[in-house]
Nanobody, 127 residues
Framework: QVQLVESGGGLVQAGGSLRLACAAS????????IGWFRQAPGKEREFVAI????????YYADSVKGRFTISGDNAKNTVYLQMNNLKPEDTAVYYC????????????????????WGQGTQVTVSS
């Protein structure tokens, strides 16, 4: 199993920045990707970004492209999500998730393809 713990959420004004962290433990060598999703009240879970553990390739949802950056530190088994120019519509609980097998690009946003999830961290952006 893989355990994931998110941190770094909080309250920030529009235009501000936050950096989320996702610390992985357990059988991390089985991890192929780490992804970030978010879920706002009354809305479906939404894909945000993903990083491939080997090689570090990344992919973003259009809604965050150019504002968010995902990065990884394999030595620390930690993935980061740097969020800049935050908007009120970014308000949500942010979750990281791991996937243990290869996925084509068009499956990145399918939360059912991910095996393990963290407990989430709240991000609130005030206008």
């Amino acid at each position: 199993q893989v355990q994931l713990v998110e941190s770094g959420g909080g309250l920030v004004q529009a235009g501000g920045s936050l950096r989320l962290a996702c610390a992985a433990s357990g059988r991390t060598f089985t991890t192929y990707y780490i992804g970030w999703f978010r879920q706002a009240p009354g809305k479906e879970r939404e894909f945000v970004a993903i990083i491939r553990r080997s090689g570090g390739s990344t992919y973003y949802a259009d809604s965050v492209k150019g504002r968010f950056t995902i990065s990884g530190d394999n030595a620390k088994n930690t993935v980061y999500l740097q969020m800049n120019n935050l908007k009120p519509e970014d308000t949500a609980v942010y979750y990281c998730a791991s996937a243990g097998s290869f996925m084509p690009t068009w499956e990145y946003d399918s939360w059912r393809k991910y095996d393990y999830w963290g407990q989430g961290t709240q991000v609130t952006v005030s206008s």
